[in-house]
């Protein structure tokens, strides 16, 4: 628990001083922090099927939607946003061993595992990559994201994956 403090408050540090995040920025990171801490025993109980219900609950019919095809110009600003944005925790080749990621509680995604990348629907990880997951350091990017943007990055996780899901 030390040592995921610890790497919380590292990654705070750095994503406050990014040019990129303005003050109101700064107070939703440390308020989700701060959710993120208070509820970390409750999220050790959650399992991947009680999340997968969840987002299905939230979602309603959109759970199933099919993803929409996207350009090679997309798929290459999802490449750059993944970069920039997820590749500290998941890793450059989406391992979920980037170096933010490592000797948290809760180990980032393996978007390499197909049987895992095939667990949820295409809608429920966007949903996750929009929300993020109380109890974990998966934050929430609607408010730094576009839709599109979501739509890009999403579109490249996947091609970390075999899987059609």
């Known amino acids: 628990m030390k040592k995921e403090f610890i790497l919380i408050l590292l ?19 440390t308020e989700q922090i701060k959710d993120k801490t208070e509820v970390k025993k409750q999220s050790d109980s959650l399992s991947m099927t009680e999340i997968r ?15 929409k095809k996207l350009t090679p110009k997309q798929l290459a600003q999802g490449k750059i946003i993944y970069e920039d944005r997820c590749a500290k925790c998941h890793g450059l080749k989406g391992k979920g061993d980037g170096s933010y990621g490592k000797g948290l509680t809760i180990p980032p995604a ?27 350091v998966m934050f929430a990017w609607e408010d730094k994201l576009s839709e599109k943007e979501i739509d890009a990055v999403y579109a490249y996780i996947k091609t970390f994956s075999k899987s059609k899901k």
């Open 11 to 29: 990654l705070f540090t750095i994503i406050s001083c990014s040019e990129k995040n303005t003050n109101n920025d700064k107070v939703k990171l």
């Open 53 to 67: 219900e969840k987002l299905k609950k939230e979602l309603g019919e959109k759970y199933y939607a099919p993803m």
């Open 110 to 136: 393996d978007f390499t595992d197909s049987t895992r990348a095939a667990f949820y629907s295409d809608e429920a990880r966007k949903q996750i990559i929009r929300k993020g997951i109380l109890g974990t």
